[in-house]
């Protein structure tokens, strides 16, 4: 149980490219969902957390307008990076929490590594 | 703040047994998670403690102790495949996980 599913796994693009990752909940409801950025040996780091139906709560310092989070319904949350750089190349992970109690764990998504050329 | 201390690297021995130790400190407590992470793969969740003592599933162990900030995940058994990062995450009195940074654990055969 507790699948997440992230998609597209890899995306190499052009510069000024607007690029969606979609993050779903198979076999649960996912009130949550968190959008982590990750680079090369270091840890997690936190972009934002969305509840269904709710604006996402950004982190510090994460640009609201470049990172667009959508959080439809129960099962998707969509990041839209728009007008992607090369410096926002990274490894994008998601993670969704489901139903109860708010200590549930939280399961991850495979990441999409985002190559800007 | 909010810190959460674990080792960078380690290495053991195919067979043998690891303890990678994390030790925290955050505003409120609600729980400290393990996960495993291969390189260029998400994490995987391993264990979550909430309460003092030890947690085993299979090879792998989980101890928490609230009082000292203290947690260690023990590995039984190495295996070449254990290879991996290993994330130590603390959710605070707002349900938020803080990260540690990870401990690369390399097995030797």
């Known amino acids: 149980g507790a699948v997440v599913s992230q998609h597209p796994s890899r995306v190499i693009c052009k510069s000024g490219t607007s690029v969606k990752i979609e993050c779903r909940s198979l076999d649960f409801q996912a009130t949550t969902m968190f959008w982590y950025r990750q680079f090369p040996k270091k840890s997690l780091m936190l972009m934002a957390t969305?509840?269904?139906?709710?604006?996402?709560?950004?982190e510090q310092g994460v640009e609201k307008d470049k990172f667009l989070i959508n959080h439809a319904s129960l099962t998707l949350s969509t990041l839209t990076v728009t007008s992607a750089h090369p410096e926002d190349s990274s490894f994008y992970i998601c993670?969704?929490?489901?139903?109860?109690?708010?200590?549930?764990?939280?399961?991850f998504g495979d990441g999409t590594r985002l190559s800007i050329l | 703040g909010q810190n959460i201390d674990q080792p960078t690297e380690m290495t053991a021995t195919e067979g043998a047994i690891v303890q990678i130790n994390c030790t925290y400190q955050t505003s409120g407590f609600n729980g400290l998670f393990w996960y495993q992470q291969h390189a260029g793969e998400a994490p995987t969740f391993l264990s979550y403690n909430v309460l003092d003592g030890l947690e085993e599933k299979g090879r792998f162990s989980s101890f928490l102790s609230r009082s000292k900030g203290y947690s260690y995940l023990l590995l039984k058994e190495l295996q070449m495949k254990d290879s991996a990062s290993y994330l130590c995450a603390v959710m605070d009195s707002n349900y938020q996980l803080i990260w540690g940074a990870g401990t690369k654990l390399i097995i030797k055969p």
């Open positions: 969305s509840n269904e139906g709710s604006k996402a709560t950004y």
């Open positions: 993670s969704a929490r489901g139903l109860g109690a708010d200590n549930q764990p939280q399961h």
